[in-house]
Every structure is written in C-alpha cells, then in structure tokens.
C-alpha cells in the first residue's frame, strides 16, 4: 500500500508495510503513482513521455524497481497474521489508571467524565482500596518490572493526601517485590501547593497539566462551580510547577473545540507567553448537537492549523528553541514494536481504569458503563469475554481501516471513541481519522525536513 501527498516543498510517498518514507521528485511521484493505480511499467512510461524524456524515465523506473525488490515500495502486508497472535498471548496487566477522586473543583461543561462523576456518585477512593490497586497490579504483571500508574479523576488532587499513602506504599514494596513504579499526575492545577510540587516532582515521572491556551479560550469551558473561569489561578501555578521540575518531564494538555479552530494560537500561547515547551491540544470529542463539537466545515480550517504548526516547529528547531507537539513526536528508525503497532493502547487487557470504589474498566472513558464492567480488585477480571473482546481490539479486527495508509500509526484509534460515535468497539470515530491522517502527515513531513 502506497500513501502519496504534496506538503510544503515535498513530495512525500510513504510505503505503508514497510513503513520507508521516500522525498522524491515529480517525476518519480507521478510514476509511483501510476504504478500504484495498476499500470504495467510499459503503460506508466507512455503516460509520463508526454512530459519528461524517455531516459529520465527510464532511470526512475529502474530506480522504483530496485526499491521494490529491496521492499522498501509496494510492500505486501506480512502483519495481518501477527494481528491472530495476540489473543493467544498471555496478557499481563503493566499499568493502571486510579481514579481517586469521583468529583471536580472545575465544572467545565466539555467534561467527558460528567464533571469528575462519570455519571455516577462522587466518592474518593479510600487508601485501602488504593493499597489493593497496587497490589492487584503487582499480583497481575508477572515478570514485567516496570509498571505504570496514573492518577486521575474527577481531580486527583482532591484526595492528595490518599495520592502520597498510595505511592509511599508502593515505594515499600518495590525491591521486595523487584518492581518499578513510574506515577503519573493529571491535575487541573486549582489544588497544586507547595507541597504539591515538591512531592509530584520527586514521585512523579510525568505530569499533566491541563490548559486550553488563551485566557478567553480557556476561560470559556474551564470554570469553577461559581461560573468563574480558572486561568489566574492556575497559570502561575503552572509556571512554578514547571520551572522547579527543570522544564521536562510534563505536558501542557489543553482541548479545543468548535470555538478556537485557530487552537495553534493556544499553543503559540503557551510557548511564547508563557514559557512552556511540552504541548498537547486535543480535540474535542463530544455529540454532533453539542455547540462546542467539531464540525465538517472546522476541517480545512484544522488541515491548515497542523501544517502551521509544522512550518513553526521546523523554524523554532532552526533557531534552537524547540518545542514538541505530542502528535508530532515520531521515530522512524526505532519506533513502536509491531504488535503495539497491531494492538494500541491495551486498553482492556495490559491496562485498566479503576474506580473509586474498586471497580475495574477497560480504561476511564468506560467507567460506570454497565455493559463494560470487567470486575473489581478483589475478584479480578471476571469478564473473560470482554477481555478477549479488548484483545482483538485491533486495527485488523476494524473493517473501514482495511485500506487506510494511517492504519499502523493509529493501531486502529480509540476503542471508547468508536463505541461512542459507532455504537461498536470495533468501529471507527471517523472525524478523529481524518485529524489523526492529517497530523501524521505533517508529522511525516517533519521528519523530512530533519533529514
């Protein structure tokens, strides 16, 4: 399978099973092209002698040809079979999303949780049930040493004080058990103290910070239970937590919707006002009747953004002041292992969302979703079906992604978004596709221009 576009300066062909990234020239652009459509390198050769010499275009035959035979262009797909193994691999469990805290200081309206309840009841986890979450995941990751742990919510630092219980109990444990823990902290920012910091920066591999950009932007969804928006309060917070963690190890992760489609001016924002060099925006994901969802008519609008957003990044690595867009980071050379590239995120199998009260579901956007309860910490996964279901939860279980060029970059996209826009795990949520096909190829371009 062959992916071919015009981006900037470049003409781009991406071998999609081998995954070779060719720059060529016009010439060889439009002659892969033909070739990809099915001609015979006779027809191709007759089609491209109205404009170029037949030795040109003989020499770019050759070369095509011996990129072929070197399987670096039209590549066969060799991974379909792989896609079979993993519901015959052994799953063990290597990370966990704790959602502590059932309940928000912010009341942003986009929320996908329902304001931290996820349709439910408030309630904070207990450190018991926190202590059994670790001990669960130890239990249930056999002979993997690193595992992940992430807290989430609602806000997490509600229930700060569990947050430190949880991870000094881990801590304890660790050489007994030869384990490492790496903890992660998602926070609106409204509850980060001194002692916040201080303790997330030494127990804490990476923070999320959430910030939508400009302080109108931001302002409009991110908002307190009194209606008053929440960028004084937490912005210099943010620049504190930040600067005292050394400028690494967090992300700046902010959401735009229908109302900043020009959402690279919140990056800009961030950058160049604020200081902060680690970005992620988001789309929204949210029903086509709420006025802040994304429309078909915001698409040329976000195309232009991300090539924006390229050409900026490609200037401010010129000049020495990088930044990184999380969509944006891409390893060519020693990228992802195939089954990652099959599989994903492990939702529902290598990961779990649990709740408050103990519950366990395939991940947090699942959570109180009665079908997709997979069990608790203290009976396990008692829904062996779903789990398998999770298992072949992957790009070639998905029919829309059978001729996709994107496929082995998304693994097949988020098994939460496709149930929500699709009704079907194993659908697709095709507006977040063609955002994803696009960031991959300025993403690809990017990596052009390093070369």
């Known amino acids: 399978m062959i992916h071919r576009y015009i981006q900037g300066d470049r003409h781009i062909v991406l071998d999609v099973y081998s995954g070779s990234v060719h720059v060529t020239d016009a010439l060889a652009y439009e002659a892969i092209g033909l070739l990809d459509e099915g001609k015979t390198k006779e027809e191709a050769a007759a089609i491209l002698q109205k404009d170029y010499t037949a030795e ?3 020499d770019v035959l050759e070369d095509i040809g011996e990129l072929t035979r070197a399987g670096k ?8 079979d792989k896609a079979l193994d993993l519901k015959k691999r052994n799953t063990v469990i290597k990370a966990l999303c704790l959602l502590v805290a059932h309940t928000c200081n912010l009341n942003c309206s986009y929320c996908f949780a329902a304001q931290g309840k996820f349709q439910g009841q408030q309630g904070l986890m207990d450190f018991e049930t926190g202590k059994r979450a670790i001990d669960f995941l130890v239990e249930h990751s056999g002979f993997r040493k690193n595992l992940e742990v992430d807290f989430f919510g609602g806000e997490p ?14 801590r304890s444990i660790e050489k007994e058990k030869n384990k490492n823990f790496r903890f992660t ?12 910091i201080e303790w997330a920066n030494r127990e804490c591999h990476n923070v999320v910070l959430s910030l939508d950009g400009r302080k109108e932007v931001n302002d409009r969804f991110r908002k307190d239970i009194s209606g008053k928006g929440s960028y004084d309060r937490i912005v210099p917070k943010f620049r504190e937590f930040v600067d005292k963690r050394g400028g690494k190890g967090y992300y700046m992760r902010g959401t735009f919707t229908h109302y900043n489609p020009d959402f690279t001016k919140d990056i800009f924002h961030m950058a160049d006002d604020l200081g902060f060099t680690e970005l992620s925006m988001e789309p929204v994901v949210a029903s086509p009747e709420d006025p802040c969802a994304l429309t078909k008519e915001d698409l040329p609008v976000l195309f232009e953004q991300y090539e924006i957003l390229a050409e900026d990044m490609i200037r401010r690595e010129r000049d020495g002041k990088p930044i990184t867009f999380y969509h944006y980071m891409m390893d060519l050379s020693h990228g992802p292992c195939i089954y990652k590239r099959i599989a994903g995120c492990g939702s529902g199998t290598e990961y779990l969302a649990v709740t408050a009260q103990g519950d366990l579901y395939p991940c947090h956007q699942f959570v109180n979703d009665p079908e ?6 203290w009976n396990g996964v008692t829904r062996e079906d779903l789990r398998d279901k999770f298992k ?14 994107a496929k082995l970059y998304c693994s097949g996209g988020c098994a939460a978004n496709a ?3 699709s009704g079907d795990i194993l659908g697709t949520y095709e507006y977040g596709c063609e955002l994803f096909r696009k960031r991959m190829e300025c993403a690809l371009y990017m990596q052009t221009k390093k070369q």
């Open 157 to 170: 630092l509600v229930n700060f004080e569990v947050c430190k219980e949880i991870v000094a109990y881990a």
């Open 419 to 421: 149930l929500h826009a």
């Open 73 to 80: 262009l039209f590549a066969e797909d060799t991974y379909a």
């Open 392 to 405: 072949l939860c992957n790009v070639y279980a998905r029919k829309e992604c059978e001729d996709c060029w």
């Open 185 to 196: 902290l998602t926070t609106n920012g409204v509850g980060i103290t001194d002692e916040v």
């Open 56 to 58: 040109d275009v003989q």
């Open 372 to 377: 997709y309860k997979m069990g608790d910490l």
